[in-house]
């Protein structure tokens, strides 16, 4: 192990606040460039509105940055924190952080929600946020040291950048006695070198004697830790228990708990079996529905895609419990023992792989037209280890290598590589090229936006066709799912505050499906409540799984099942005692409201957040080209008769593929118009004064915002 | 006889999945169900038939990720 030291710059002992019913009150901020580090209270008024969670990031990073800060500016702060619910031991899911920055990919803040303690840990050692601004001259590690009352600034020399040993490393150095106290917060190597830089959070794992990790991934928010000059931000705490929130309520708590890990531990063996396969049991089902995105989204299915489901994972991945929060009964953060990487500095050397889940399974395999499982983990650990997002990396990939295929680009610009879809030995190349910051790999790590502007402009690429096929909205990369049957998860997509994830909202099946939402209306319906609700979580410090991946046996009975309204019940118990604030179910629904529609006015502080900005490449809408068309000739040609009554005797394709753009497209706006109302927005897609009133949010700059942008 | 979620059901020569989610109640939002430990998802239900002795187990409603 390579030597390393750390330079104490900066210490400051605190009195540790108190926590009191899952809030400390407290938050913590970092300024990297004055080195200076303070400790505020949290007024009760932002508490009320805000409730935790992304809640709080939003509201610290917009206090923070103004409508010109760039993802480089010194004032963009990186915003970690977990949430009142956040930490409580044996809850499904109780134990998130949530991370915001403005994003290097889209200008606008970025969240994401990630395993691993750092979170509760952060909240335990006294701060419900943690707010980090400035930029560092040399290499930072923050140490949050909950245990001994101290928060330390380091100078770091002889780090490595890799984050898989870098973790390791810094556990070891700051708990060796008792490494399940630390949590560590890095990026990987290839973050400073792209746009697409992800944080890995880590957790000890006990039984394995290993840390373990989960990705914040999406938006390039370990960019922004890189470009910090941030090596780690490090947690320090012992131990934990149901008391340590300080619920209102402790035996209301223990009994949901009970109720909820529970049923769990009963169903999820009878149901999707995620303590077993993880995410992966989504392949096949995707597969079978021609919702798999193969090739760059072109198709929706593959006669291999069995060989990278649940049925050969199940046998890859290392026996034994995989929460990646303590007592987790979903228990879904699976990993791979001694895999031995084919290629990079790995290469030879048994190494564990966290993961893959269904995204990285999806994009860096199918979506590449790659069928190995192990090609799957190798991508799966160097994205980890060299930080960065297996999302933005396998949709960015799939994206040139269409680019290549149609010829946009050509191995001249390429530097000789050929790649053409399937091509493993080449897509692991451009993650090392990354590494190294040269070659086209260099140029991939910009993201699909970029990169469609660097082939048109240096190579001469069509721009038309790759604004069409390149799958990215906002500047964000795709989630791996094929949305082009289901105008619902279109809206999902696109207008989702953040960009194309499919956290905000998951409707193929409902809508495409199972037909559920037919009218405009419906549709819009769903997207209020779906994004609404899965807000919640992340201003909770939970994760979602638990609340739809396993349901109540009777569940089905529901009228709207999609909502496992026996657990929204659950949810609002369970934050009532913690909290000791009384919620019923429908109570949640307007806390989340307040949230994102402050984070959309924030999207709309930075100079978007309107309607223009809520697009998507028509490759998430139909079929692009011919062939495409001609691959699900039968459907499109009943869209085009049943649906929008084309007559199409005697057209040819080409003339069918533009008809059916047009109508698709057409029905997308109609969509946006009855979303935008149920949300109480403007027809551009701005919150009305009448809805930011209603929720509490017409602070005196958002009420300038909003005049500025004509809305009176 | 079968077992569908661990209740037993008479088994019929022929009996495929969708003829199964017919006689049952509230199954308009089942996608995909395990036979026999094997994943089968809704565009083959009307072509697998089920096997005398089955082990079927009906998964919620697909919540994605
Ligand atoms: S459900 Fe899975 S991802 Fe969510 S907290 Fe539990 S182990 Fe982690």
Redesign the pocket.
Same mark, same amino acid.
């Given at each position: 192990m390579a030597e390393f030291t750390l330079k104490e710059i900066k210490s400051l002992e605190y009195v540790r606040p108190e926590i009191e019913k899952g809030y400390t009150d407290h938050s913590l901020h970092v300024d990297l460039s004055s080195k200076e580090v303070k400790i505020n209270a949290i007024e009760p008024k932002v508490k009320e509105k805000f409730i935790g969670g992304k809640g709080y990031d939003l509201w610290f990073m917009w206090n923070s940055v103004s409508g010109k800060t760039k993802w480089n500016d010194p004032e963009n702060a990186i915003c970690i924190a977990s949430g009142p619910l956040g930490g409580t031991p044996g809850y #499904?899911?109780g +134990?998130?952080s949530i991370v915001t920055t403005i994003s290097p990919l889209t200008g606008i803040p970025i969240d994401s929600n990630v395993?691993g303690y750092f979170g509760p840990y952060t909240k335990f050692s006294g701060f419900d946020v943690l707010q980090i601004t400035g930029k560092s001259d040399a290499q930072i590690v923050v140490l949050i040291d909950g245990i001994d009352s101290k928060i330390k600034l380091y100078e770091a020399e002889g780090l490595t950048d890799d984050s898989y040993t870098l973790s390791a490393q810094l556990t070891d150095y700051f708990d060796k006695e008792k490494p399940v106290n630390i949590s560590v917060v890095s990026t990987g190597s290839a973050a400073k070198h792209t746009e697409l830089g992800c944080l890995n959070f880590t957790w000890f794992d006990a039984k394995r004697k290993r840390v373990r990790y989960?990705q914040a991934g999406r938006g390039g928010i370990g960019t922004v830790f890189a470009h910090k000059n941030i090596k780690a931000v490090v947690a320090r705490w012992g131990s934990v228990s149901m008391k340590s929130n300080n619920p209102a309520d402790f035996d209301a708590m223990k009994n949901v708990t009970k109720l909820h890990a529970g049923e769990i531990n009963e169903l999820d063996p009878k149901q999707n079996r995620?303590a077993l396969v993880g995410t992966t049991h989504l392949v096949p089902i995707m597969n079978d529905h021609d919702c798999l995105p193969v090739n760059n989204f072109k198709y929706g299915q593959h006669p291999e895609a069995h060989n990278i489901g649940e049925a050969v994972y199940e046998h890859i991945f290392d026996k034994g419990f995989? +929460?990646?929060?303590r007592g987790?009964a979903? &228990?879904? &953060?699976h990993g791979v023992k001694d895999f031995v990487p084919f290629t990079g500095p790995y290469k030879g050397q048994k190494v564990f792989v966290d993961g893959p889940e269904y995204e990285t399974v999806a994009g860096c395999g199918s979506n590449l037209g790659v069928f190995d499982p192990f090609f799957i983990l190798e991508m799966n650990f160097y994205c980890d280890t060299y930080g960065l997002d297996t999302i933005s990396i396998g949709t960015g990939i799939a994206f040139v290598m269409e680019c290549f295929e149609m010829g946009l680009i050509t191995k001249e610009h390429t530097g000789g590589m050929d790649l053409s879809f399937g091509n493993r030995l080449n897509a692991l190349e451009l993650l090392h090229q990354m590494v190294r910051g040269e070659g086209f790999g260099m140029i991939v790590g910009k993201g699909i936006r970029k990169m469609k502007a660097i082939f048109a402009k240096d190579f001469g690429a069509d721009a038309a066709i790759m604004q069409d096929i390149g799958m990215e909205s906002k500047g964000l990369e795709f989630s791996e799912y094929m949305t082009k049957e289901s105008l619902a998860q279109q809206g999902g997509y696109g207008m989702a505050l953040k960009g194309p994830q499919h956290d905000e909202a998951w409707l193929i099946f409902l809508d495409m499906v199972h037909n559920f939402m037919p009218t405009f209306e419906n549709k819009a319906e769903a997207l209020h409540w779906f994004p609404m609700f899965r807000t919640w979580f992340g201003l909770c410090g939970l994760?979602k799984? #638990?609340w739809n991946d396993i349901v109540p046996e009777d569940n089905r009975q529901n009228p709207e099942p999609a909502k496992v309204v026996k657990h929204v019940g659950w949810y609002a118990d369970f934050f009532s005692s913690i909290t000791g604030r009384k919620v019923s179910p429908d109570d949640l629904i307007p806390m989340s409201e307040a949230v994102y529609n402050f984070q959309r006015l924030f999207n709309l502080k930075m100079g978007y957040g309107t309607r223009e900005f809520d697009t998507l490449p028509y490759r998430a809408v139909g079929p692009v080209t011919v062939d495409e068309y001609l691959s699900r000739i039968e459907r499109y040609d009943k869209d085009l008769t049943e649906n929008y009554k084309v007559d199409i005797t005697g057209m040819e394709i080409a003339q069918k593929v533009a008809v059916l753009r047009k109508h698709r497209e057409a029905r997308y706006e109609q969509l946006k118009d009855a979303v935008y109302k149920r949300r109480g927005w403007t027809s551009n897609g701005i919150p009305t004064v009448e809805t930011v009133k209603r929720l509490g949010i017409d602070f005196p700059d958002v009420m300038e915002l909003l005049k500025a942008n004509g809305v009176e | 006889m079968i077992t569908v979620d661990e209740k037993k059901m008479e088994w019929h020569q022929g009996i495929t999945i969708r003829e199964l989610l017919d006689m049952l109640e509230n199954t308009q939002f089942c996608a995909a169900v395990r036979l026999n430990g094997k994943l089968v998802s809704s565009p083959s239900f009307d072509t697998t038939k089920i096997p005398d002795n089955a082990v079927i187990y009906i998964l919620p409603l697909i919540a994605g990720g």
């Amino acid at each position: 192990m390579a030597e390393f030291t750390l330079k104490e710059i900066k210490s400051l002992e605190y009195v540790r606040p108190e926590i009191e019913k899952g809030y400390t009150d407290h938050s913590l901020h970092v300024d990297l460039s004055s080195k200076e580090v303070k400790i505020n209270a949290i007024e009760p008024k932002v508490k009320e509105k805000f409730i935790g969670g992304k809640g709080y990031d939003l509201w610290f990073m917009w206090n923070s940055v103004s409508g010109k800060t760039k993802w480089n500016d010194p004032e963009n702060a990186i915003c970690i924190a977990s949430g009142p619910l956040g930490g409580t031991p044996g809850y #499904p899911g109780g +134990g998130k952080s949530i991370v915001t920055t403005i994003s290097p990919l889209t200008g606008i803040p970025i969240d994401s929600n990630v395993g691993g303690y750092f979170g509760p840990y952060t909240k335990f050692s006294g701060f419900d946020v943690l707010q980090i601004t400035g930029k560092s001259d040399a290499q930072i590690v923050v140490l949050i040291d909950g245990i001994d009352s101290k928060i330390k600034l380091y100078e770091a020399e002889g780090l490595t950048d890799d984050s898989y040993t870098l973790s390791a490393q810094l556990t070891d150095y700051f708990d060796k006695e008792k490494p399940v106290n630390i949590s560590v917060v890095s990026t990987g190597s290839a973050a400073k070198h792209t746009e697409l830089g992800c944080l890995n959070f880590t957790w000890f794992d006990a039984k394995r004697k290993r840390v373990r990790y989960k990705q914040a991934g999406r938006g390039g928010i370990g960019t922004v830790f890189a470009h910090k000059n941030i090596k780690a931000v490090v947690a320090r705490w012992g131990s934990v228990s149901m008391k340590s929130n300080n619920p209102a309520d402790f035996d209301a708590m223990k009994n949901v708990t009970k109720l909820h890990a529970g049923e769990i531990n009963e169903l999820d063996p009878k149901q999707n079996r995620m303590a077993l396969v993880g995410t992966t049991h989504l392949v096949p089902i995707m597969n079978d529905h021609d919702c798999l995105p193969v090739n760059n989204f072109k198709y929706g299915q593959h006669p291999e895609a069995h060989n990278i489901g649940e049925a050969v994972y199940e046998h890859i991945f290392d026996k034994g419990f995989d +929460g990646c929060w303590r007592g987790c009964a979903v &228990a879904c &953060a699976h990993g791979v023992k001694d895999f031995v990487p084919f290629t990079g500095p790995y290469k030879g050397q048994k190494v564990f792989v966290d993961g893959p889940e269904y995204e990285t399974v999806a994009g860096c395999g199918s979506n590449l037209g790659v069928f190995d499982p192990f090609f799957i983990l190798e991508m799966n650990f160097y994205c980890d280890t060299y930080g960065l997002d297996t999302i933005s990396i396998g949709t960015g990939i799939a994206f040139v290598m269409e680019c290549f295929e149609m010829g946009l680009i050509t191995k001249e610009h390429t530097g000789g590589m050929d790649l053409s879809f399937g091509n493993r030995l080449n897509a692991l190349e451009l993650l090392h090229q990354m590494v190294r910051g040269e070659g086209f790999g260099m140029i991939v790590g910009k993201g699909i936006r970029k990169m469609k502007a660097i082939f048109a402009k240096d190579f001469g690429a069509d721009a038309a066709i790759m604004q069409d096929i390149g799958m990215e909205s906002k500047g964000l990369e795709f989630s791996e799912y094929m949305t082009k049957e289901s105008l619902a998860q279109q809206g999902g997509y696109g207008m989702a505050l953040k960009g194309p994830q499919h956290d905000e909202a998951w409707l193929i099946f409902l809508d495409m499906v199972h037909n559920f939402m037919p009218t405009f209306e419906n549709k819009a319906e769903a997207l209020h409540w779906f994004p609404m609700f899965r807000t919640w979580f992340g201003l909770c410090g939970l994760c979602k799984l #638990p609340w739809n991946d396993i349901v109540p046996e009777d569940n089905r009975q529901n009228p709207e099942p999609a909502k496992v309204v026996k657990h929204v019940g659950w949810y609002a118990d369970f934050f009532s005692s913690i909290t000791g604030r009384k919620v019923s179910p429908d109570d949640l629904i307007p806390m989340s409201e307040a949230v994102y529609n402050f984070q959309r006015l924030f999207n709309l502080k930075m100079g978007y957040g309107t309607r223009e900005f809520d697009t998507l490449p028509y490759r998430a809408v139909g079929p692009v080209t011919v062939d495409e068309y001609l691959s699900r000739i039968e459907r499109y040609d009943k869209d085009l008769t049943e649906n929008y009554k084309v007559d199409i005797t005697g057209m040819e394709i080409a003339q069918k593929v533009a008809v059916l753009r047009k109508h698709r497209e057409a029905r997308y706006e109609q969509l946006k118009d009855a979303v935008y109302k149920r949300r109480g927005w403007t027809s551009n897609g701005i919150p009305t004064v009448e809805t930011v009133k209603r929720l509490g949010i017409d602070f005196p700059d958002v009420m300038e915002l909003l005049k500025a942008n004509g809305v009176e | 006889m079968i077992t569908v979620d661990e209740k037993k059901m008479e088994w019929h020569q022929g009996i495929t999945i969708r003829e199964l989610l017919d006689m049952l109640e509230n199954t308009q939002f089942c996608a995909a169900v395990r036979l026999n430990g094997k994943l089968v998802s809704s565009p083959s239900f009307d072509t697998t038939k089920i096997p005398d002795n089955a082990v079927i187990y009906i998964l919620p409603l697909i919540a994605g990720g």
